[in-house]
């Protein structure tokens, strides 16, 4: 092979390869194992030929196309086009890398019988053991992209999208559909196993949306990595696509009846000034009866108390509905009982990762927790776990897998986590939107969204052992975006209203969680001052008085610290909009 234009050197590259099956030295299996040339290519007319392997070319037409794989791992093709063997376009190199992909097993190679010998006789298989291998060389497009879905495109109803997702390193955590830094529906967020993201696009309001893909990678390697953020992040360029439904639940409740005999029922016509019916079925899809109405804003509703048409009581786990106007209808979502009718007061947990142990001012996040003790002992609350000295919080070590500390702190931080009185958390440290920690990968370190499912029993909804919180607080990255909120067994939508919750029979609680990856830290190891003044700045406005979202919104701005550096939008709250801090905790007197 000639060497490409402009240089003198020619690169013979022998790495970065998986291995195709059967695919051994240059003699041919077919004859060695008795059979003729003819028999041979007989068998190769039946195979499709495999593409050839990506081209590269300078950008600037500089020089000609060559094999990508003369180029070594790490080798920056962001000034050459690429081609794609499968469809022959050329395309730009950046946001490619090259890396070194071991053979997996699961590529084993399958064995084929081949042509048997005239007259019979053994067979044998296409293997060889001498000879150099054959494979191809795999490109990763680095970053997160949507597959198929381009601008101006229709979306109605249950959509599966597929979406690209690379990185140079890590392993990938979670994949999601999103629309402003949050998912766009209850189905849009993915954990292994990976596949399609299903978007429930009636839980969308009609008209435009920009979407986007959105993957985190878990970063290689355990704790005693400082202020390291464990996770990479990648958000596709967002697509604008048309949502059209007849009939949406974009403000639908999944849940009733927690405090008294309460359903809510929701929906929108893309019609503005229509009739509009509501058949109930309970959960052996039985016809209970119906409502009807009038609209003239679109909005469809009714509030339900259990009774049929002859005042008979319905104690279904759940309900579902058919909503209709003369234009169409649609089956809504379910609307589950909530158990946890709880009237034991809410203790605390509290708890913070020495992630920033190190960096100079890392104490000032230890003392920004500890405020959280102050706050559930005010209101003579019991704080789990215990920290070292009164008043102060549980530390949760950050160490090396040598270190035995951690797995301890985790544990203990486990048992207080799920202790039957706990309702209310505050923890600060690593964490995505996947769970809490450092690692998913060791789960001695770490808190993952399907444990708390297996042990608090919020998801699936509708169970009798439910355990929810009435406050969560998780002072991590991206927590805000995944469904760390369900798992808590708190209503997965943004700033709700009292009265949609009174109207369920629903005690009101709220989940604040990062939708971004705040700093924590300086490369030059200080630590960022502006996110413990934050915080305790809303810990002051909360405590006197304020209501849940409107002390992050003040935050930025005192009483102890002034023109504090946070957005306070970054901070998503689900559930209710401004709980109080001590409010609704404990045996409830009514809404």
Known sequence: MLAATGTNVTRYVHSNMVQLANCGGGSYGAMSAGGSATDFLTLAKARPVAPAGPLARPANGSGGAVPLKIYPPGFD?????????LTGEWMSGAGYSIRPTPRPPALEAVQLAAPA?????????????????TGFYRVVRQGARLLGVTNGMVLSGVVAIFVEAGNA???????????????????STRTAPFGPVTV?????????????????WCLPGGEGQGGVNPYIEAVSPPVTVIVQNEISFTDWMPMFGQEYDSLLITAQSAHANTEWYIDIYDSSTNYIGSFEGTTTDGMIGAVWDLRGPQGEYHDDNWFRFVVGTPYGSAVSP????????????GDWVVGNQLAWEGVIGGENFDTMTDGFVVIGQTFDLTVRPPGIDPGTAFRIHYALLSDPRPDQDWQQFRQALYYPSSRNLFYSGHGGNGGIGRNPANTNRYISQAELVSALHN?????????GFRFVFLDGCQTANGHLAQAFGIIEKKEVSFGYLEAAGIRPASFVGWNK????????????????????????????????RQALDEAKDGPLHFNVDVD??????????????????GQFSGM
């Open 568 to 585: 306070p939008r970054e901070l998503t709250v689900f559930g209710f909009r401004n709980l109080g801090v001590n409010q609704y905790n």
């Open 517 to 548: 990856s705040p700093a924590a830290a300086f490369a030059n190891n200080y630590g960022i001052v502006a996110h413990w003044e934050f915080i305790q700045n809303f810990q002051f406005l909360w405590g006197t008085g304020r209501g849940l």
């Open 334 to 345: 379910k609307s589950w009982k909530n158990w946890d009718r709880w009237t034991a007061r």
């Open 77 to 85: 093709v962001s000034d050459l086009l690429i081609s794609d063997p």
């Open 117 to 133: 010998p005239p007259g019979g006789g053994g067979g044998g298989s296409f293997t060889s053991n001498s000879g150099a291998e």
């Open 169 to 187: 390193s890590g392993e990938l955590a979670s994949l999601s559909i999103t629309e402003a830094g949050s998912p766009v529906s209850d189905l």
């Open 459 to 467: 998801v699936p909804s509708g169970q009798t052992n439910r355990h």
């Open 200 to 216: 429930d696009t009636t839980q969308m309001t009609n008209g435009a949306h920009q979407i986007s893909a959105a993957a985190s």
